[in-house]
């Protein structure tokens, strides 16, 4: 594998907008009849003439076409169940089709990342102006005020600052190491931590599991409703086929999903209630498990939900910012306060030296 190989993967698994582009496009081009084989060189020959950096993966694609179908040769390359979709509407003659949804689904997908990324501005801006600010008076405000006033005589108020500015001085470096190990369970923990407390903590709100569950709902629901349109998958092989390219944690929902499955075969529905799904999102599924075409009825709910989604998640976004200025202006309030007490303190002191 070369850099450029290496590069292009990257970008492609990166920015969800390049999928999404080349699935739609390459969407119509079947529908207009287009070989996926041709289409690919087509593609590589044009990248490589305007120099765009796709060419070493469609020429990667085209290499793993000699023994396999575009499906599989996209394993490793694009999510791994974009992959599960592709394969199996590949078996079946709708690859078109499947690529016309997953584009919905990434433009979708899309719109929740940069709505939940928009929610995190103003509190992480907040954050940080706070601790720039304790930095500042650890290492620039505290040393004037101590060559006017002796630490013993400070207000409660500008000591409690004094402590905990140097204290965030002192151990910032373990407090920062502490931070990035943090950030880096939870990041491993979203996909790979599993069982019943787990679900349990998915359905807490805020919290950054709930919001990963979200996101695999929707895009589980998507994936389950287009295999369950193919001919060659029941409710049983569908759920089968998602395990295996499933993440620890959905494996689980998978498993108790079959399971339960097993025991009420008549009630397909009720065997997906594990805590994947928000219990309003439950009933709705269940509700539409009683018409003629729970599939295709399965496949709307996504696409709904996902819209509602980017509600809750702008709603989150406007809390958020209302939330970081409320802290900001209860820090500054107890700031003004502390300089108030101090100048008052200072007054006091200078006239007891006169």
Known sequence: MNLAFKLSRFLFNTFDSSRQEFYEDFASALRDGAATSERLRKMAARSRRRKTGWAPLYEHWLRKMRRMSFGHALQHTVPAYEVMVLTAAEEDGRLDEAMVYLGRAIRLMGKIKATYFMSLISPGMAFVSILGFFVAYALVIAPQNLQSLPLERWPIISRQLYELSNAIVRHGLLSGLGFVLTAWLVIW?????????RAKIDHVPLLP?????????????VSLAILLQSNN???????????????????????????????????????????????????????????????????????????????????RAIFGGFLAMGIVAMVLGVIVLGSFEFNDAMETYVQSIR
């Open 209 to 221: 599991w709930s919001s990963y569950r979200e996101n695999e709902a929707n895009n589980f629901l």
């Open 189 to 197: 923990s979203r996909p790979n931590w599993r069982g019943r407390f």
């Open 233 to 315: 998958h029941g409710m049983k092989e569908a759920l089968e086929r998602m395990r295996q390219f499933a993440s620890p944690w959905l494996g689980w929902h998978i498993t108790v999903m079959l399971k339960r499955l097993a025991l009420t075969p008549d009630s397909p529905a009720r065997a997906l209630d594990t805590g994947l799904f928000s219990y309003r999102v439950m009933d709705r599924i269940e509700d539409y498990s009683e018409r003629t075409n729970f599939f295709k009825a399965l496949r709307m709910i996504a696409f709904d939900h996902g819209d509602k989604a980017v509600e809750a998640a702008e709603r």
